[in-house]
């Protein structure tokens, strides 16, 4: 079959190089859900972990793989037998497997980490991918820190992993060291210095440390590279990843100058985004392009009024192209629960019949509350109980009086294993008091390290969003809770903190 040199292949590390950053901490559960909504995207790989680090990433990985049939499920593995065959072990089942194994093949990390010598480093990547293959077809070798590697011995690595079967060879800017110029000259440098690298996919994998992990993916495709990693909203280890949703629009809108594209189904865009901010409680920053919330939001006047006589004045994208509709309501108070149920089906959602009743109430509640009902509430509630799903403690009921004279109070009571817990506390204000209420139910000592909270829609009656960051017991854990009462929101989120604490 004649390869299309101009489709690039998307390869999603949400799931591995995103759940990196601090705090987060995905359910199996969240995992396939997000791998889930990834497929229906349209994305071509989904690293969806690296088994070897913990039982909880097995499983996921393990479960994605047997759930998550059309993309290509990748497991990571450092160039060791043990974590080789473990992610063996976890994408077993998959209808299409590969196995991502890297070795540091910069001087630094090879003298200061690993404490080996290059010849060391040139047999254990050989031997590495000899062994993946011995499981899989397809084996994807990194040779991580490449931009700061030594031009001709990396071409030596290169060229030893594709005689030893490789399929995909991806060249990270693992600490986001390059600059565009140089990192497209480097990846035409090595197709042209290493013959046999025309033979497989060439795949990069940019960090966004100085803000260039977007430039420097495309510089790479336009000097020949057809696999791109990177992540959705730009998660990834410290300043983040490429944006895949990025590199998606850039191709869609700036094809024709490009001559490249992808398959992603655009209009999938927006909801994945949210899905990934919901469930690992990273929200996007507003003016991110593509996805944040300023991204379509035209407050000039003289941009509003051009957009209003013809959009195309200033908007090179039209908003349903990534799912943004202009008319989002979707369900009113008199919707029944077989509508409901149809349209969360519609949006993706699996639930079961308890969580569906639950998430059915709560949009009844939410109904009689606020005047507009859209994909975005209802995407916010069923988001929150995919999260609370397997909580160990549960918020059955808050109370809370505060005002200008009296000291704010706070009751809380949560349930655990069937066993009702009551407290009550003061605080310095009611999110304060909750906050101790919670602490004093579950005897969980956390450490407040940011509150955030956002609105969810437009309006004075819209949901409330709330982030927290704890530490406990020495580690970072986000959580995140939704209502149109900030407070409840705002225990909610103290307790889904706790709850990942517990489960990790
Ligand atoms: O940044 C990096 O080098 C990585 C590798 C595992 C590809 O994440
Ligand atoms: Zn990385």
Do not use: W
């Not at 077809?137 to 590697?149: I, L, N, Y």
């Not at 865009?269 to 990273?282: A, D, H, P």
Request: aromatic share 4%; charged share 25%.
């Amino acid at each position: 079959m004649a390869v299309d040199k101009n489709r690039i292949y998307l390869f999603d590390t949400t799931l591995r190089d995103g759940e990196q950053l601090p705090g987060i901490s995905l359910s199996t559960r969240e995992k396939l859900e997000i791998a889930e909504q990834l497929a229906r995207l349209g994305v071509d790989v989904i690293e969806a972990g690296f088994p070897i680090t913990s039982q909880g990433d097995f499983e996921a990985v393990s479960t994605i793989a047997k759930k998550v049939r059309e993309p290509i499920i990748a497991a990571l593995a450092r160039a060791v037998d043990a974590d080789i065959d473990r992610a063996a072990e976890a994408i077993k089942e998959a209808e299409h497997s590969r196995i991502h194994t890297f070795i540091m093949t910069s001087d630094i990390q090879i003298e200061h980490q690993l404490r080996k010598t290059r010849d060391d480093v040139l047999k254990m990547a050989v031997h590495a991918v000899e062994r993946a293959k011995s499981y899989v077809e397809d084996v994807e070798f990194s040779p991580m820190d490449a931009t700061r590697s030594d031009f001709d011995f990396l071409c030596r690595v290169l060229d030893a992993v594709i005689e030893s079967g490789a399929t995909v060879v991806n060249i990270p800017d693992t600490v986001g060291y390059a600059t565009p110029g140089e990192f497209g000259k480097l990846i035409a440098d090595l197709i042209n210095a290493v013959p046999a690298m025309k033979d497989v996919v060439v795949s990069v994998h940019c960090h966004n440390d100085l803000g260039m992990a977007t430039a420097n993916a495309l510089a790479a495709i336009m000097n020949g590279a057809m696999q791109v990693e990177g992540t959705i909203n730009g998660l990834g280890e410290r300043a983040g990843n490429t944006a895949l949703e990025e590199i998606a629009m850039i191709l869609d809108t700036r094809g024709k100058t490009l001559g490249k594209y992808t398959n992603i189904r655009t209009e999938e865009i927006s909801r994945t985004s949210r899905l990934v901010s919901n469930l690992t409680g990273y929200q996007v920053q507003p003016n991110k392009a593509i996805v944040g919330r300023n991204a379509f939001a035209h407050s000039s006047g003289i941009h509003q009024d051009g957009v209003l006589k013809e959009r195309l004045t200033f908007e090179i994208i039209d908003p349903k192209k990534v799912g943004i509709s202009e008319s989002s309501l979707i369900l009113g108070k008199t919707s029944g629960r077989h509508a409901f149920r149809k349209h969360i089906e519609s949006l993706g959602y699996q639930l079961d019949d308890d969580e569906l009743e639950s998430a059915f109430l709560r949009f009844k509640d939410l109904a009689d509350k606020k005047a507009e009902i859209t994909d975005v509430d209802v995407e916010a509630i069923l988001a929150d109980e995919v999260r609370t799903a397997s909580n160990i403690f549960t918020l059955e009921y808050i109370h809370v009086s505060s005002g200008t004279d009296t000291m704010p109070t706070a009751t809380v009571r949560l349930r655990k294993n069937g066993k009702v817990i009551e407290k009550t506390s003061t605080g310095d204000g009611q999110v304060d008091a909750a906050c101790k209420a919670i602490k004093r139910a579950t005897g969980v000592k956390g450490q407040l390290i940011s509150y955030n909270v956002s609105s969810i829609t437009e309006g004075l009656d819209a949901q409330g969003d709330v982030t927290i960051q704890l530490e406990i017991d020495g580690k970072p854990v986000l959580g995140r809770g939704v209502s149109t009462d900030i407070i409840e929101a705002s225990a909610k989120a103290y307790l889904n903190a706790i709850n990942k604490a517990l489960s990790i």
